[in-house]
């Protein structure tokens, strides 16, 4: 099989990798890729938002399946395209892919659904959305720019003032452009989040194993949102009945509401939950696999990861069922100096070969690119370090121990990535009180 990945990042490289070891693959293409993709697929120079090059690209290369990771490309169509022209393709179309793209579209597919998610107020104008916000709370309160806004269009207000500032920054600043045309004001929803990443093939839906993320740059979940400091899998406490729960609940009757508006989701469905002490809710959906979790539950996945997509693209997942070593993963995630708000690019790597060849560790490279026969950095998060061990302790110290061997100038890891699995796993610590996980 000839297969193309879209996208560049640490996500990329984890499917990648996972295909490289497929018996189907014949070729792995990358586009763009990164310094890791270039060392086991051929990377082309290729953006993954230039939909017309990666059509003439899939056509021209006879690629059998395209996986997309990214959700720019996918909200602007790229699978609508790529059906047009026949080529099989992993990942939702345009309409489906509006569970991501808006966030008030994914607020009525889960009303429609019978899906349990936070209270919120639409807003269009800033007058609207400014009398919406009263001085006596209750905050903390969320506000959400409706589209893509990378990652930075969902802001936690803690008083009147932060709140106003946010629908500020969405109406009058404009800093979201077109994304904060429309605003939502939601509710806060207190309780330990989880990931759940869910293979679509328009009716059918497999889930992979649950994953946490940590979303913020310093230990102790201190200081602004980035793209993900790290993550593990599984994830203590959320356990199959969870899982069952989180299907039947959430996954099935979305992919459900989505069909009775002639919607097919295909690809991968990802849940965004958060156990509360009214139960599980939806904090949201992404479109896509999740960064930095595909990093650390393709490393347990035991079943063959591109035959699942392309069972995926066909159609074919029926009865299918993953399956997963029975050990622990910890991923954590080395950043460039000033991320998140800004990135430093041609700081030499150095330590990779040396942190790569430790058994049960695989590097993952994001923002990466080679120059001179030197890995440079590239962009705001640089690697995802994974590690595999036989509970989250040893998996934890694996990982920071690989991080240790790798430098480079500005470096910044989280130095409490898992933490709070190993303390879950050690009955220290309960992230779902009270049976919330469901
Ligand atoms: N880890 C969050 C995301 O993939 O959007």
Redesign the pocket.
């Known amino acids: 099989m000839r297969v193309l990945v879209v996208g560049g990042g640490g996500r990329e490289h984890a499917l990648v990798h996972s295909f490289a070891q497929s018996t189907l693959a014949d070729r792995i293409f990358c586009a763009p890729g990164n310094a890791g993709t270039a060392a086991i697929a051929d990377n082309i120079g290729v953006g993954a938002e230039d939909l017309p090059a990666l059509l003439d690209f899939a056509s021209r290369e006879q690629v059998d399946l395209t996986v997309v990771g990214p959700e720019a490309p996918l909200v602007a169509g790229i699978c609508d395209l790529f059906d047009e022209h026949g080529l099989a393709v992993f990942g939702p179309n345009r309409d489906a892919a509006r569970l991501e793209g808006s966030k008030v579209f994914a607020k009525e597919v889960m009303r429609e659904g019978g899906v349990t998610t936070g209270e919120y107020s639409r807003h269009e104008t800033f007058e609207s959305a400014l009398a919406a916000l009263s001085p006596d709370g209750p905050y903390p309160l969320v506000v959400k720019a409706d589209g893509l806004a990378a ?1 930075k269009g969902v802001i936690i207000c803690h008083d009147h003032a932060e709140a106003k500032a946010a629908v500020e920054s969405c109406f009058v600043a404009r800093d979201f452009g077109a994304a904060g045309d429309v605003v939502i004001i939601e509710e806060f929803l207190a309780g330990s989040e989880v ?1 759940l990443l869910v293979l679509c093939d328009g009716r059918n839906a497999v889930p992979l194993a649950p994953a946490q ?1 940590y ?1 913020r740059i310093f230990a102790g979940d201190q200081g602004p949102n980035t ?2 400091m790290g993550s593990y899998c599984p994830v203590p406490g959320f356990e199959q009945k969870a899982i069952d729960a989180a299907m039947e609940h959430v996954a099935e009757p979305v992919i459900a509401a989505l069909r009775k508006r002639d919607v097919a989701f295909r690809g991968v469905l ?1 849940a965004g939950l958060i156990a509360t002490q009214a139960g599980v809710k939806v904090l949201e959906f ?1 479109c896509r696999f ?4 595909t990093q650390a539950v393709l490393p347990r996945l035991d079943s063959d990861l591109l035959e699942l997509c392309a069972a995926g693209a066909s159609g074919e997942l029926a009865g299918v069922k993953a399956a997963w070593k029975p050990r622990e993963c910890v991923t954590v995630v080395m950043a460039s100096a000033g991320y998140p708000a800004s990135s430093h690019k041609g700081d030499v790597i150095s330590g990779l070969a040396a942190a790569d060849a430790m058994d049960d560790v695989t590097v993952y490279h994001a923002g990466t690119a080679q120059r001179n026969g030197d890995v440079v950095t590239a962009g705001g998060r640089v690697l995802a370090v994974s590690a595999l061990g036989n509970g989250f302790a040893a998996a934890r110290q694996r990982a920071y121990e690989a991080v240790r061997k790798i430098s480079f100038d500005g470096a910044q890891a989280r130095p409490d990535i898992a933490e709070r699995a190993v303390k879950a796993a050690a009955g220290e610590l309960d992230l779902f009180p009270s049976g919330s996980a469901g």
């Open positions: 990652g990931s993320d979303k793209g993900g990802y992404n999740g960064d930095p979790e």
